[in-house]
């Protein structure tokens, strides 16, 4: 509960702005390997098109972005790899959610903020109806998704960057 109230005092959290796109590509290049990282222009299509399934966490003190959550909506019942690229897969109204990535800058890690971004994120999506969240992650991240509440479904339909992926699943709402 102190981490919690810690987390809240440092950071705010809300839907990326528009001027932020810059600070989210650069994000995405530190926390990823060339070959799982979105593109600059897939992660600009995404803010473009979906800035409301991005939620950010700015430090208050910098004013800067330090991690961020942000997927896409769907009816689709698994996740593919067309998701990380095509930002018109998403449907405002679709029931499930596709994250795909969560970046927390080298330096805001192991504070607990990529558990904030993930369990707020869950709460928002709960709270618009949404019945699942789905992600894909490698084999040393599973454990941390499963505290999260993510169950292992398996290794993955995707070949995203070259790599064997999990499908995670978080159930929000019966239905």
């Known amino acids: 509960m102190e981490e919690l109230k810690a987390i809240m005092e440092k950071f705010e959290f809300r839907n990326i ?8 590509i650069v994000i995405e290049q530190v926390c990823f390997p060339p070959n799982e990282a979105c593109s600059e222009q897939n992660m600009k299509d995404r803010i473009s098109m979906v800035p ?19 997927g896409l909506a769907t009816d689709e ?16 109204d679709g029931k499930n959610i596709m994250l795909l990535g ?9 504070q607990g903020l990529g558990r ?10 709960r709270e618009k109806g949404r019945h699942k969240v ?8 599973v454990k941390m998704y499963e505290k ?5 479904q398996g290794i993955a339909n995707s ?17």
Not at 17 to 24: C, H, I, P, S
Not at 102 to 110: A, G, S, T
């Open 116 to 125: 904030s971004l993930v369990f707020q994120y869950l709460q928002r999506e």
């Open 17 to 24: 702005k528009q001027e932020e796109t810059e600070q989210a």
């Open 148 to 152: 999260f509440g993510f169950v292992d």
């Open 52 to 70: 409301e399934l991005f939620l950010v966490a700015v430090d208050k003190k910098t004013g800067q972005i330090a991690g961020f959550l942000n």
């Open 77 to 92: 019942p698994a996740f593919r790899d067309a998701f990380f690229t095509d930002a018109s897969l998403h449907h405002s």
């Open 159 to 175: 070949a995203w960057g070259g790599e064997e992926w999990h499908e995670m699943s978080c159930t929000l709402v019966s239905g």
């Open 134 to 141: 789905l992600l894909t992650c490698l084999d040393e991240k």
């Open 102 to 110: 969560l970046d927390v800058l080298p330096e805001y890690r192991k």
